[in-house]
């Protein structure tokens, strides 16, 4: 039938297309292939180098946070309680010598004296700042600080450029991305994935870091993985968190080599639908990333067809 040619005509030329793209990938991943006798050379590491991968290992590149024990932290609270009790002596001590003073005999025969002559002076001779104040009819005080008919909001907090710190995905809530401009490659290092569209039953996905300096890099292993929402990207959890020991495995890189790692899709919940997403690669002192999105049956389908007829 003329419809089925030109749907195995369009799906022959989606085919072709895959094909090119997929040649032209390979390509560029195999120039970062060294020869054989690079591969197989070892390299000893100094023992300099070795602490300060140790360094690198517990905090992950990341500036190191440090703990307060438990002798630290009862040290700190009981001069912070004791700043606070002498604090509290010297204004009991202050307060009752004021009362003290207060209560000496002249401030008492001027006491005594006083209520008489407010008693003889008329009414009418009163001043305004010495008559009561009128109480509100409806016998409720009103806050000056708060305007009549105000009420308050709590806004929900914000992250970097006005974006929520956390959206709903998949059934559950993520979080705001600590970086949110990041890089794909510099002069030296580059990552990219194994296609800018991946399929949809894809099993995982090949992210390629490239050493193009001459001097080696070192890079983690462990990537994470985050979808742009309404502008801003988010990061997606796996279901199962990786052992330690796998997320701080730190890989060396030779000049001029390159490596792959995989990101397995059945350890996220993906919305196939969403904009775009990226795989960020951390390495030594520097953050970068590879964007990729998810193919759509229905579009691909329909630029086929219009290259078919064209």
């Not at 929900?156 to 710190?165: M, S």
């Not at 290092?189 to 870091?209: C, Q």
């Not at 993906?270 to 579009?299: H, K, W």
Request: net charge negative.
């Amino acid at each position: 039938m003329p419809g089925s040619d030109k749907r195995d005509k369009a799906l022959d030329a989606k085919e072709e297309l895959l094909k090119e793209a997929l040649d032209a990938c390979m390509e560029e991943q195999l120039s970062f292939i060294p020869p054989e006798c690079e591969i197989a050379r070892m390299h000893t590491f100094s023992q300099e180098f070795r602490e300060y991968m140790e360094k690198l290992l517990k905090t992950k590149g990341r500036p190191e946070q440090r703990n307060i024990n438990r002798k630290e932290f009862i040290y700190s609270f009981n001069r912070a309680a004791a700043g606070i009790l002498v604090l509290l002596v010297v204004s009991g001590v202050i307060a009752g010598g004021a009362l003290m003073l207060s209560k000496s005999p002249k401030s008492s025969s001027a006491d005594m004296a006083a209520p008489e002559e407010i008693s003889e002076a008329p009414a009418e001779d009163m001043t305004e700042a010495e008559a009561p104040a009128e109480e509100p009819e409806t016998g409720q005080i009103e806050d000056p600080g708060v305007e009549s008919g105000a009420q308050e909001t709590e806004e929900a907090p914000a992250g970097e450029g006005g974006a929520p710190e956390s959206v709903e995905y998949m059934g559950g809530r993520i979080f705001l991305a600590d970086n949110q401009k990041l890089r794909e490659k510099t002069e030296t290092v580059k990552t990219l994935v194994n296609s800018p569209v991946i399929a949809r039953d894809a099993e995982s996905i090949k992210v390629t870091i490239g050493n193009m300096d001459e001097r080696p890099i070192y890079y983690y292993a462990s990537m994470d993985l985050e979808v742009l929402i309404d502008g801003a990207w988010y990061l997606v959890p796996p279901k199962t968190e990786p052992a330690e020991e796998e997320e701080n495995r730190l890989v060396y890189l030779e000049p001029g080599m390159a490596q792959d790692e995989e990101i397995f899709m059945e350890n996220y919940e993906l919305d196939y639908d969403a904009e775009m997403y990226r795989a960020v690669t951390y390495l030594d002192g520097l953050i970068l990333c590879s964007q990729f999105c998810f193919e759509n049956p229905e579009e691909d389908l329909e630029e086929a067809l219009e290259q078919t007829w064209e």
